[in-house]
């Protein structure tokens, strides 16, 4: 009963979080989930919650997407998403966790320094980021943060913002849910009750969020991602090399 108390707040967290910054569900979820079963099963089991809370974003906020950044991140961003999704078990995970967290670091600290507000992630760019955070988001269910970090050089309003991150969220789930489904759907169906007790968490956090995203000052939104961009890049470097 405990554990499903632990993964219904780590829901939570990762919904208000991801209804800011358009990252956290999985960055949360996952290492919860993976407390008591295997961290590639966590992965796929927490890809229904993020999906359901990305879906209930959309569905908020979809009408303020900056389309034209979505087709030039959006696109790379699912096929990276499903490319990774299919190469996961192949996957050299503690690498990965700590090469891409410390990406993230790097990006919150020229963030809060104001070296990052000189930086545009455009054209080809926009692409490359976009399949780095699709195939991360495959592989280690995290690709909300760098995909976020990318989407700080478009310098968009915040509400385009997190609108744009999860429509491109959407995009990468609807490439990797299917994938996950298909190879551990009945090792999935074994932790359905933690797997509703999760979704149940970023639904409420999803709706709890939203709210707090429109008091946050136009000017205090891009320190408030990258102070929590900062948060996440250690928690990964710090995973990944406990796991090395």
Request: glycine letters at 14%.
């Amino acid at each position: 009963m405990w554990f499903d108390a632990l993964v219904f707040a780590a829901g939570l967290a990762g919904g208000m979080v991801a209804a800011v910054a358009g990252f956290g569900i999985g960055s949360l979820l996952t290492p919860a989930l993976a407390w008591q079963v295997d961290t590639r099963l966590a992965v796929a089991a927490v890809s229904i919650p993020h999906i359901t809370g990305t879906a209930l974003r959309f569905w908020r906020l979809g009408g303020r997407v900056d389309w034209k950044v979505l087709r030039s991140f959006g696109l790379t961003s699912a096929a990276g998403g499903l490319a990774g999704a299919l190469l996961q078990a192949r996957a050299d995970a503690p690498f990965l966790l700590f090469l891409f967290g410390a990406l993230l670091i790097f990006t919150a600290a020229a963030e809060l320094t104001g070296f990052g507000r000189r930086l545009r992630f455009e054209g080809p760019f926009a692409a490359v980021a976009g399949a780095a955070s699709g195939v991360l988001g495959g592989l280690v269910g995290n690709q909300g943060g760098i995909r976020s970090a990318a989407l700080l050089g478009a310098h968009v309003p915040k509400e385009v913002f997190v609108a744009t991150a999860t429509a491109v969220g959407l995009m990468v789930d609807g490439a990797r849910v299917p994938v996950y489904l298909w190879r551990q759907h009945e090792a999935i169906a074994g932790i359905a009750p933690w797997v509703v007790s999760a979704t149940a968490g970023v639904i409420t956090g999803t709706l709890i969020g939203m709210r707090v995203l429109r008091w946050i000052p136009e000017a205090s939104f891009r320190r408030i991602v990258g102070i929590l961009l900062g948060l996440l890049g250690v928690a990964m470097v710090m995973s990944g090399v406990e796991e090395l």
